[in-house]
């Protein structure tokens, strides 16, 4: 059923539905009606972990997950029509195409931007970037880590939020925003060496014991200041708190040593090492709950379709997702189900790519906001969907496929995260560092109001 603001209002309708209710409410006690809060939000709780997987750049909608035919489309992409309404470039995600049972495509998503900096920050963060807030909003990743820290067990050493790879993107790796730096990610970077996380000799576990009783002693009145001042301090101690549980976990070095050959199953690349980190981080359910990973170079604005470009990229992130995929399908819990029964998967990119023929002279695609696509899987996701439908050029969004009468935003992605956690995406903070409160889900977007809510045909 739709919700009237489910049909955008700009600021100058907002100010005229405003004039109206203000009008209206005085005429209230002669109708006998009366106001009601909203009923409050039943998140879905159906997952413990999300791993998203996103595409630098902007991925071209039209020749990977929405693929539209035409004069310019390679003729090795070895286009089939796998399940009715499903044409996929073979030769690009072979791997991929094995599945889509267990996942599904959604075609209806649109961004607020086209510009990567802001739109990349949209991703993260499910806000529009504001210079004067933008180090004050948390990420995503760290909102659902600080929800977490409660249900966090004894037992539990690994931070709550693990990034991987994010160096490359324009709008950086968001941090905790104004909560505890507890919240913040902890980013690896897979091209360096893993052995850093690990400390195995007993003489280098003396030592580093030795030094980090030092270390507290040294600045324990710091440690212990609750003044605003002392925060940057408590910050530090909060990171050195967790690479000290990291390290000294012997559960810690199995996670992050690759052997080669799932190194090269997954398809020695970084994002297929970070596919690789981000399967042990599930299985080994040790406080990690929110995984981002970063896959760079989709940004094709000249010769996409060489070798170097979407064919390189694709072969990269086709054996990573696919075998991902594959192994949280295939490993159990104790209990019976499965780790992807417990993961909710997402694959996107900050926004979609110009639409019909490539462009002249340079023969790529442009940044396009208008329509992209994206793939969801586990969490209770119902496989082989397809949600959504773009004009035959893949310019527009023509079917939503939601019951709502627009397109899906960062908001809705954001919020279905959100509930799948078990966290009530209509929640406020107060007290921020600005004075103004904290929206988990932030109703008035980047340019007009909606109404955000969960991607419901996902979960069937």
């Known amino acids: 059923m739709s919700h009237p603001l489910d049909n955008f209002l700009?600021?100058?309708?907002?100010?005229?539905?405003?004039?109206?209710?203000?009008?209206?409410?005085?005429?209230l006690p002669l109708t006998g009606t009366q106001a009601r809060a909203a009923q409050p939000v039943k998140p879905r709780g159906s997952a413990r972990f999300v791993i998203w997987v996103v595409l630098d750049g902007g991925a071209s909608h039209l020749d990977t997950w929405?693929?539209?035919?035409?004069?310019?489309?390679?003729?090795?992409?070895?286009?089939?029509?796998?399940?009715?309404?499903?044409?996929?470039?073979?030769?690009?995600?072979?791997?991929?195409?094995?599945?889509?049972?267990?996942?599904?495509?959604?075609?209806?998503?649109?961004?607020?931007?086209?510009?990567?900096?802001?739109?990349?920050?949209y991703?993260?963060?499910?806000?529009?970037?504001?210079?004067?807030?933008?180090?004050?909003?948390?990420?995503?990743?760290?909102?659902?880590?600080?929800?977490?820290?409660?249900?966090?067990?004894?037992?539990?050493s690994l931070p709550s939020y693990v990034a991987l790879n994010v160096t490359q993107t324009q709008a950086g790796l968001l941090k905790s925003g104004f909560l505890p730096a507890l919240y913040s990610p902890f980013h690896i970077q897979t091209q360096t060496s893993l052995s850093a996380y690990t400390v195995d000799n007993a003489d280098?576990?003396?030592?580093?014991?030795?030094?980090?009783?030092?270390?507290?002693?040294?600045?324990?009145?710091?440690?212990?200041?609750?003044?605003?001042?002392?925060?940057?301090?408590?910050?530090?101690?909060?990171?050195?708190?967790?690479?000290?549980?990291?390290?000294?976990?012997?559960?810690?070095?199995?996670?992050?040593?690759?052997?080669?050959?799932?190194?090269?199953?997954?398809?020695?690349?970084?994002?297929?090492?970070?596919?690789l980190i981000a399967r042990n981080l599930v299985?080994?359910?040790?406080?990690t709950h929110f995984i981002f990973i970063l896959h760079p170079g989709w940004d094709h604005h000249s010769d996409i379709y060489q070798r170097k470009n979407i064919y390189k990229?694709?072969?990269?992130?086709?054996?990573?997702?696919?075998?991902?995929?594959?192994?949280?399908?295939?490993?159990?819990?104790?209990?019976?189900?499965?780790?992807?029964?417990?993961?909710?998967?997402?694959?996107t990119g900050e926004f979609g790519r110009t639409p019909g023929h490539i462009t002249q002279g340079l023969k790529g695609r442009d940044h396009y906001q208008y329509a992209f696509s994206g793939l969801f899987a586990g969490g209770g996701v119902k496989g082989g969907q397809i949600i959504g439908k773009t004009s035959d050029d893949g310019a527009k969004v023509l079917d939503?496929?939601?019951?709502?009468?627009?397109?899906?935003?960062?908001?809705?992605?954001?919020?279905?995260?959100?509930?799948?956690?078990?966290?009530?995406?209509?929640?406020?903070?107060?007290?921020t560092p600005s004075g103004r409160d904290f929206y988990y889900i932030?109703?008035?977007?980047?340019?007009?109001?909606?109404?955000?809510?969960?991607?419901e045909p996902l979960f069937g």
């Not at 760290?142 to 037992?155: G, H, I, K, L, N």
């Not at 086709?318 to 417990?342: C, F, H, I, V, Y």
């Open 10 to 27: 700009t600021r100058r309708q907002l100010f005229r539905a405003g004039a109206t209710t203000v009008g209206a409410y005085s005429f």
């Open 400 to 431: 939503a496929g939601w019951g709502v009468k627009r397109s899906i935003y960062m908001e809705d992605i954001a919020t279905t995260i959100y509930s799948v956690m078990g966290i009530d995406w209509r929640k406020t903070i107060k007290g």
């Open 283 to 287: 299985e080994a359910d040790s406080g």
């Open 66 to 121: 929405d693929l539209k035919e035409g004069p310019w489309t390679p003729s090795d992409f070895d286009v089939r029509e796998i399940q009715p309404g499903l044409k996929w470039p073979m030769g690009l995600f072979p791997q991929l195409s094995k599945q889509l049972p267990n996942s599904a495509i959604v075609r209806s998503l649109e961004a607020w931007d086209s510009v990567h900096g802001r739109a990349q920050y």
């Open 313 to 347: 990229q694709s072969a990269e992130l086709d054996p990573a997702l696919s075998n991902l995929l594959q192994d949280l399908a295939t490993r159990k819990r104790p209990d019976g189900k499965s780790l992807l029964d417990e993961t909710l998967v997402i694959s």
């Open 442 to 455: 932030e109703p008035f977007a980047s340019q007009k109001m909606i109404v955000s809510r969960e991607i």
């Open 204 to 275: 280098e576990k003396a030592e580093f014991q030795r030094r980090w009783a030092l270390l507290k002693d040294f600045d324990a009145r710091l440690r212990n200041d609750s003044s605003l001042q002392a925060k940057a301090y408590r910050d530090y101690n909060d990171h050195y708190e967790s690479a000290v549980r990291l390290l000294s976990d012997p559960r810690t070095a199995p996670l992050f040593s690759l052997p080669d050959d799932e190194k090269k199953r997954y398809g020695s690349t970084p994002v297929g090492d970070a596919c």
């Open 123 to 156: 991703v993260q963060s499910a806000h529009a970037l504001n210079p004067a807030l933008h180090k004050e909003i948390p990420s995503v990743g760290s909102v659902v880590a600080m929800e977490w820290q409660q249900r966090r067990r004894s037992t539990d």
